[in-house]
């Protein structure tokens, strides 16, 4: 059957049920057909306008469009299901919809295996989203560590380095501090020895100036 349409918006609709699933919220399912020129980027929402209840519209809770062929699940509150009216909303237009039917059981566990199939899709997304998310963690993570290992090692390595040049330095410094010493005692040792020369020559002098000094005075004396 074809709705009555506002703005002539075309629209063919096939099926139009509903079924309460608790004491305040029903499921209304609808089928139906697009043009294929029709184009629309936001889904069609369901607008009802119930007494005793606000205006509402409704965005679907699943959408499906293949080629012509729309499908919508939508949940209602069981007070709007009583006298109200229903239209589709679509870039600005509104697609008269008559009541909907009450869906028999066989209805009922089609939506059921719909909505779970459903579930199980989004259930298996998630999952390989999950999965994809912890490979990228354990490949963050393995990153980290080895630029943690990378930056260690190259750590050691300037520390070692650094270790290695100060050993370096205090090697010369040692070395240089030895050669300087035994260059100082060998100085010292030469120093010495002059003036133990020195004074032995010294003492030599005197003494023969002692000896001339008491030969002349004995001469001195044998001649007075």
């Given at each position: 059957?074809?709705?009555?349409?506002?703005?002539?918006?075309?629209?063919?609709?096939?099926?139009?049920?509903?079924?309460?699933?608790?004491?305040?919220?029903?499921?209304?399912?609808?089928?139906?057909?697009?043009?294929?020129?029709?184009?629309?980027?936001?889904?069609?929402?369901?607008?009802?306008?119930?007494?005793?209840?606000?205006?509402?519209?409704?965005?679907?809770?699943?959408?499906?469009?293949?080629?012509?062929?729309?499908?919508?699940?939508?949940?209602?509150?069981?007070?709007?299901?009583?006298?109200?009216?229903?239209?589709?909303?679509?870039?600005?237009?509104?697609?008269?919809?008559?009541?909907?039917?009450?869906?028999?059981?066989?209805?009922?566990?089609?939506?059921?295996?719909?909505?779970?199939?459903?579930?199980?899709?989004?259930?298996?997304?998630?999952?390989?989203?999950?999965?994809?998310?912890?490979?990228?963690?354990?490949?963050?993570?393995?990153?980290?560590?080895?630029?943690?290992?990378?930056?260690?090692?190259?750590?050691?390595?300037?520390?070692?380095?650094?270790?290695?040049?100060?050993?370096?330095?205090?090697?010369?410094?040692?070395a240089a501090g030895a050669e300087h010493r035994a260059a100082l005692e060998a100085e010292l040792v030469e120093t010495r020895s002059r003036l133990v020369r020195e004074v032995e020559d010294a003492r030599a002098e005197v003494a023969r100036a002692q000896e001339a000094a008491h030969a002349a005075a004995t001469a001195r004396a044998e001649a007075a």
């Amino acid at each position: 059957m074809t709705p009555d349409t506002r703005n002539r918006a075309p629209f063919e609709l096939l099926r139009f049920t509903a079924s309460p699933v608790s004491a305040d919220v029903g499921v209304l399912e609808l089928d139906g057909r697009f043009p294929q020129s029709a184009r629309f980027t936001r889904q069609p929402v369901l607008v009802i306008e119930a007494r005793d209840v606000p205006r509402l519209e409704l965005a679907p809770l699943r959408a499906d469009r293949d080629g012509e062929r729309w499908s919508a699940v939508y949940a209602v509150p069981l007070g709007a299901l009583d006298g109200g009216t229903f239209a589709l909303g679509l870039r600005g237009k509104l697609l008269d919809l008559p009541a909907p039917d009450p869906a028999d059981e066989a209805d009922r566990l089609a939506q059921v295996a719909r909505e779970v199939n459903g579930l199980r899709r989004g259930l298996e997304a998630a999952e390989d989203v999950a999965a994809e998310a912890r490979a990228e963690v354990a490949a963050t993570e393995a990153r980290l560590v080895a630029a943690v290992a990378a930056a260690r090692d190259e750590a050691e390595e300037a520390a070692a380095q650094r270790i290695a040049a100060l050993e370096a330095d205090h090697a010369f410094t040692q070395a240089a501090g030895a050669e300087h010493r035994a260059a100082l005692e060998a100085e010292l040792v030469e120093t010495r020895s002059r003036l133990v020369r020195e004074v032995e020559d010294a003492r030599a002098e005197v003494a023969r100036a002692q000896e001339a000094a008491h030969a002349a005075a004995t001469a001195r004396a044998e001649a007075a």
